[in-house]
């Protein structure tokens, strides 16, 4: 019912920067809260950064100084910035929101695939 599409990893030098892409589709009425999580290997997914409609948003003290978060609600997008990337930052990056769809009267958290991300020292 919902597809969350996420672009723009890659292989990244360590001080570098990324930008992170991801759109939503399908039957939506209306999204909540979207963002970005990680997971890195052997380690469990954590919050990078999330951004509700109201442009509250919710930064991970890991990346906090160091990321801008974004969204383009008519795009149905969030999008993701860090900068002065370190080896530690490398992960696979997944794109989450809390989408209402179309006939339904509750919310319900969809994932993209994610995108890796890995920075060289």
């Known amino acids: 019912q919902v597809q969350l599409v996420e672009s723009g990893g890659g292989l990244v030098q360590a001080g570098g920067s990324l930008r992170l892409s991801c759109a939503a589709s399908g039957l939506i009425f209306r999204i909540n809260v979207m963002g970005w999580y990680r997971q890195a290997p052997g380690k469990q997914r954590e919050l990078v950064a999330t951004?509700?409609?109201?442009?509250?948003?919710n930064i991970a003290d890991s990346v906090r100084g160091r990321l801008t978060i974004s969204r383009d609600n008519a795009k149905k997008s969030v999008y993701l910035r860090i900068d002065s990337l370190k080896p530690e930052d490398t992960a696979v990056y997944y794109c989450?929101?809390?989408?209402?769809?179309?006939?339904?009267?509750?919310?319900?958290?969809?994932w993209g695939q994610g995108t890796q991300v890995t920075v060289s020292s």
């Open positions: 951004r509700g409609t109201d442009g509250s948003a």
């Open positions: 989450a929101a809390d989408v209402q769809t179309i006939g339904s009267s509750s919310y319900q958290n969809y």
